[in-house]
Nanobody
């Protein structure tokens, strides 16, 4: 059974940092590309960051220089380090997987992802 379980969300002040984690199981993690997505109230879901099976990374323009995607293949865990957070970053954050063998740009497109977690809520106070 495929599972993606996000954690690490919470409420922080603007300018603060958070680290999200996504624990994956039930599929060959190292053969799949992984992505972080977010959806704010009243808005469409959007890609935040992706990591390919070649370890390449891609970011949405609105997070470049502030967010870093990484993973621990030995632990089947995906991370998103977020810094310089603003109220505009408030959203439910989801991790997702697609594969096998895709690149980081593909992992930014929600339409291509096969498996989804249930999300973790990030709230940034001004």
């Amino acid at each position: 059974q495929v599972q993606l379980v996000e954690s690490g969300g919470g409420s922080v002040q603007a300018g603060g940092s958070l680290r999200l984690s996504c624990a994956a199981s039930g599929f060959p993690y190292s053969s799949y590309c992984m992505g972080w997505f977010r959806q704010a109230p009243g808005k469409e879901r959007e890609g935040v960051a992706g990591i390919g099976t070649d370890s390449s990374t891609s970011y949405a323009d609105f997070v470049k220089g502030r967010f870093t995607i990484s993973q621990d293949n030995a632990k089947n865990t995906l991370f998103l380090q977020m810094s310089s957070l603003t109220p505009e970053d408030t959203a439910m954050y989801y991790c997702a997987a697609a594969g096998p063998y895709c690149n980081s740009d593909y992992a930014l497109r929600s339409s291509g992802m096969y498996y989804w977690g249930k999300g973790t809520l990030v709230t940034i106070a001004s």
